[in-house]
T-cell receptor
């Protein structure tokens, strides 16, 4: 079964607030990826992390690859209405060609 | 480039029927995969392929077959549809591996009655 625990399950925030979500695993991963899915569409990659401790930004988004290699975090600063959607973490173990997804964090932004 | 295309967009089947979900990509990607998405479950890997002629099972392969005769196409076959296979199916491709950026198709919404 799935091995990634993603939290929170959902968030309701006001426009302009910052958002944090995380993903944890009991296993070590070599790659952490963060995807966003808009309603009725397929997920789109936001940030890819390939090294423990790595901190990467993409505009208002910042993600980190945990030092233990068992977790990752995604932060969104100054949220806007178009940030609405479902955010997924995904991880890949070393030597595996299988990508494991978390169950997602549904974000709602109130204007 | 069209990217990753999937057909059909919607499909309704009766229990026991078989069908093939089509997936094609024009980016010359080696890695292709199929996921199913159910409410509250995220995406679960069904089958994947690291290149033409090579396929392997993912997390939830039972009831599904795949083949990869060309780099471009990766069809998913439902042998005998069951209500438990009601889901949204996504095909994805990436340059060489699961860890590369995967480009997802628009999805096929399947209902099995």
């Amino acid at each position: 079964g799935q091995q990634l625990n993603q939290s929170p399950q959902s968030m309701f925030i006001q426009e302009g607030e910052d958002v944090s979500m995380n993903c944890t695993s009991s296993s070590i991963f070599n790659t952490w990826l963060w995807y966003k899915q808009d309603p009725g569409e397929g997920p789109v990659l936001l940030i890819a992390l390939y090294k423990a401790g790595e901190l990467t930004s993409n505009g208002r988004l910042t993600a980190q690859f945990g030092i233990t290699r068992k977790d990752s975090f995604l932060n969104i600063s100054a949220s806007i209405p178009s940030d609405v959607g479902i955010y997924f973490c995904a991880g890949r173990k070393g030597g595996s060609e299988k990508l494991v997804f978390g169950k997602g964090t549904k974000l709602t932004v109130n204007p | 480039n069209a990217g990753v295309t999937q057909t059909p967009k919607f499909q309704v089947l009766k229990t026991g029927q078989s069908m093939t979900l089509q997936c094609a990509q024009d980016m010359n990607h080696e890695y292709m995969s199929w996921y199913r998405q159910d409410p509250g479950m995220g995406l679960r890997l069904i089958h994947y392929s690291v290149g033409a002629g090579i396929t392997d099972q993912g997390e939830v392969p039972n009831g599904y077959n795949v083949s990869r005769s060309t780099t471009e196409d990766f069809p998913l076959r439902l042998l005998s549809a069951a209500p438990s296979q009601t889901s949204v199916y996504f095909c994805a491709s990436s340059y060489t591996s699961a860890g590369d950026e995967q480009f997802f198709g628009p999805g096929t919404r399947l209902t099995v009655l």
